[in-house]
């Protein structure tokens, strides 16, 4: 098992502070090995430890992962089951070591379709963990970006305020760590599928061929040293933006 235990030793010249991560690829991986789709996953728990660490390494803030969409509730049930049973299983094995490492955990999504089981085990580890403050990892599960949207809208409805952008903002599931700096999609596939519809506005994109059980430090390294290359304007020039290049973006 890989360590948490922070160990630096890469700082690219802008380091983003929140990255998201669509986890894409478990069922090829395990598909091309020949082994049933679950054991992917379960690769790709080990692979999202990696991450962890990496990030930690690099001096990342916020870590945020695609877990369990919206959609997925549609995939044979067989691995349904079997991705709620790996999500108890890393609550009760991995949140302690995760905790050590200073990580504070949060499970943006819809619990309402959850076990009762499951969503105390969310609300437990989100508790344990929320004296952290080394790195705050979302776990969205259950989620969706226009569901995200939606139950932004319809809390501010019932309390009878104003929808505009920065209420509405206030209201999204992510909310407490403000909007990622960099997306990366891992699978080769070059889409979002729904997530962090609202927040992505200004996202830098990265698509990475690699599947997610085989993701380290080294396809991070490269997906920061991308980020690092960009020119974030938003909506200003490029003459605007030039002298603050360089910078460690917040």
Known sequence: ?????????????????????????????????HLPRLVGHKQGVEALRRAVKSCIDRGVSVLTVFAFSSENWNRPATEVAGLLDLLAFVLGHEVAELSNAGVRLHFPGDRSGLSP?????????????????????????????????AQAARRLVAEGREITEESLGKYTALAHVGDPDLLIRTGGEMRISNFLLWQSAYTELVFSPCLWPDFDGAELDRA???????????????????????????
């Open 1 to 33: 098992m890989t360590s948490l235990s922070p160990i630096p030793h890469f700082m690219p010249p802008a380091v983003p502070r929140h990255v998201a991560i669509v986890m894409d690829g478990n069922g090829r991986w395990a598909r091309r090995r």
């Open 117 to 149: 089981r499951v969503v105390q085990g969310l609300v437990a580890a989100e508790a344990g963990t929320a004296h952290n403050q080394r790195l705050v990892l979302n776990v969205c599960f259950n989620y969706g970006g226009r569901w995200d949207i």
């Open 224 to 250: 920061l040293g991308a980020f690092a290359e960009r020119e974030r304007r938003f909506g200003q020039t490029g003459e605007q933006v030039k002298p603050c290049a360089g910078q460690r973006y917040a």
